[in-house]
């Protein structure tokens, strides 16, 4: 086994909490903005400074303290020692704390709800805020959730809840996101004479009132850092997505292993574009920003990127590769449409010999026109969840914007490794974080040498809610977390990903579908019979990945009555034929299976949508369990495809022959 370790390239304050977190920026920077926003892109910008932040998390917490204890009886020491001897990841050892569901769009109170609960409240559940509401409902059930967070777009998903979710007692609406618009009036008046149905902004008033009486309950609360803090849904629409249990320690130790690498400094402008919900943004883009003392400014949306950009000032910006793409692809333009092709292409050798020398500067008064397109101010990126195109990540830094690449899993709570700023080879993922330890799984010594990619340190999970085999699965007896990825080490130690060890699809936004969910979800429909997930490379997009599907109709469903043709004349010569008479009608197949398919698609996100669909009628490869052989069909697809000489796209609609 190879075995890197990282270390620190700068030093970093120590902390252990999130609330030693906040307070932090009290001692710091305590005038400097903490948050930046609008609540609609006409309007006039608020802020909180870092005082005024925590002042509005600690009303906050207590509030829901407060509330919470009027229907969560605390547990008697028997029941503590009991809920202590579970695992930690199990929902035995949180019996007795609240766990609160918070779903939003990005916003000043998805911050202050995060703090308030993980700082003495309980656990914090984030919900993503485009997944369906019986998605949503399927989370908050497993979660066992007591609060369900919502704002006042979303009162589709809280409906959801209340009908489904027994365990929700309290309802928290985020008011100061546009309540008072008047097309949620008809939406949110069941709700706003609802008893279960409380006003965030009400319970902060309540809370500064119980605080200015002397109310401690949520200041002095004792926060262990080694317990669950908060419970992230990695993906699925059914109970087969995984939910990991992650803990204050997890969260803070992978907070300052991020600092000890990047160098976000206090009242800096940091853009936050991509979803609090997903761990990357949670805390390269929150908990991180907010431990520097730098400012979140929250997006006014895409449309809007370019104005913020420049209006706020941005230097900081964390994104997915297809989101940087776009930008990039939008700079490449105006450089074409200037007539500047030529003069740019004679700078960049330039620049780079300027950055060898160590005039940082010299690159980006070589590229200012360019770099006032970005706003003029932004010198730091940081892509992760997908690969990022190597020619983009060296345009970035020639133009002076430091592109930096890294590489996590929720598991890890996210990030494991970065590329460093003068340490920074193009498509790999860099070195790990500071105390974060990454392994290659392989016998032979040498760089270049393949295996998975294992990691080890304080930010790995407590594990999976509620499944020991899968947790013991992932994490070994050594405490290594084995990530399922497949990679290499070079010389100089830096991390390469050559693929995925098993058969999850990442797409090029980043997000990733695991086959085996939507399988389950495909099988459980009385019309399939069986059903088989891959990602294909789109051949008109670069770096795009489609999901396909490979179906196998249970033909004895009447489903599929009106493309079954008795006919054993035809039945001798045709290529499809169920028990040796009735001939498959293709056309009709493919009409029949794609209203179906589309009627499964409306029940996922999009980005998990199948987009090509062909068909068989012969059994898929199974172990004596019944699981799918994912390797036979996976050759067997490719051999039917290269017989007829067609790409997945091509075979859309079709039947093959396995």
Not at 19 to 35: F, H, W
Not at 166 to 179: C, G, I, Q, R, S
Not at 185 to 211: F, H, M, R
Not at 523 to 547: F, H, I, S
């Amino acid at each position: 086994m190879q075995i890197v370790t990282g270390k620190a390239i700068r030093p970093y304050e120590k902390i252990t909490t999130t609330v030693d977190l906040i307070e932090r920026g009290c001692r710091i920077a305590p005038y400097t903005q903490a948050t930046l926003f609008r609540r609609n892109p006409d309007d006039l910008e608020e802020s909180r400074t870092f005082l005024e932040l925590r002042d509005e998390i600690r009303a906050l917490g207590t509030a829901l303290r407060l509330r919470l204890d009027t229907f969560i009886p605390e547990l008697t020491p028997k029941q503590r020692r009991a809920a202590a001897r579970h695992e930690p990841y199990s929902s035995a050892a949180m019996r007795g704390r609240a766990k609160i569901a918070l779903r939003s769009a990005n916003s000043n109170e998805w911050v202050t709800s995060f703090f308030a609960v993980a700082g003495g409240v309980g656990i914090i559940v984030p919900i993503d805020r485009r997944a369906p509401v019986s998605e949503v409902a399927t989370q908050v059930q497993r979660s066992y959730s007591d609060v369900y967070i919502f704002e006042p777009a979303d009162v589709e998903s809280a409906n959801e809840v209340k009908q489904n979710c027994p365990t929700v007692k309290l309802f928290v609406l985020l008011d100061p996101l546009n309540a008072d618009d008047p097309k949620y009036a008809a939406d949110l008046e069941p709700w706003l004479n609802d008893s279960c149905t409380v006003l965030y902004s009400d319970l902060i008033k309540e809370g500064q009132e119980a605080l200015a009486a002397g109310n401690r309950v949520w200041l002095d609360a004792v926060i262990d850092p080694k317990i669950a803090a908060a419970l992230y849904f990695t993906s699925g629409t059914t109970s087969v997505a995984k939910c990991v249990v992650l803990s204050q320690e997890n969260l803070i130790s992978n907070t300052m292993a991020i600092a000890g690498i990047l160098d976000a400094s206090p009242g800096e402008r940091f853009l936050s574009v991509l979803p609090l919900h997903h761990t990357f943004a949670g805390t390269a883009g929150m908990l991180y920003i907010l431990y520097s003392c730098s400012t979140m400014c929250f997006m006014d949306g895409l449309r809007y990127l370019a104005k913020n950009l420049a209006e706020w000032h941005i230097s900081l910006f964390i994104g997915v590769p297809l989101l940087m793409e776009n930008i990039h692809r939008r700079v490449m333009d105006g450089i074409r449409r200037s007539g500047k092709n030529t003069l740019v292409s004679i700078l960049k050798p330039v620049s780079r010999g300027l950055r060898y020398a160590g005039i940082v500067g010299g690159s980006r008064l070589l590229f200012k026109s360019v770099l006032k397109a970005l706003g003029g101010n932004l010198r730091l990126v940081v892509s992760g969840s997908a690969a990022a195109d190597a020619r983009m990540i060296r345009d970035f830094c020639d133009f002076g914007i430091d592109f930096l690449q890294g590489y996590g899993l929720t598991e890890s709570s996210p990030v494991v490794s970065v590329t460093r700023k003068n340490n920074n080879p193009a498509g790999s993922v860099g070195l790990p974080l500071v105390d974060v330890e990454v392994a290659i799984d392989t016998d032979d010594p040498n760089p270049g040498a393949e295996g998975e990619v294992l990691t080890r340190s304080k930010s790995v999970m407590l594990g999976y809610l509620d499944d020991t085999v899968a947790t013991r699965a992932a994490i070994d007896s050594k405490g290594w977390l084995h990530t399922g990825d497949i990679g290499y080490f070079d010389r100089g130690g830096n991390l390469w990903l050559s693929g995925r060890k098993k058969s999850m699809i990442v797409l090029h936004s980043g997000k990733k579908v695991f086959p085996e969910e939507i399988e389950t979800i495909l099988e459980a429909t009385e019309e399939v019979k069986g059903a088989y997930l891959w990602g294909e490379p789109d051949p008109q997009n670069k770096g795009e990945v489609d999901v396909c599907a490979l179906i196998q109709p249970d033909f004895k469903h009447e489903y599929w009555a009106a493309a079954l043709e008795e006919d054993k004349e035809r039945a001798a010569t045709a290529a499809f034929v169920i028990d040796g008479t009735t001939v498959i009608n293709e056309a009709e197949l493919a009409a029949l299976g794609d209203r179906l398919i589309q009627k499964i698609n409306s029940t996922l996100p999009r980005y998990k949508r199948i987009r090509y669909i062909l068909y068989t009628h012969e059994e898929m490869p199974r172990t004596t369990t019944l699981k799918v052989r994912r390797g036979n069909v996976d050759r067997l697809i490719a051999s039917a495809l290269e017989r007829s000489s067609w790409t997945a796209a091509e075979a859309n609609g079709k039947i093959i022959k396995l």
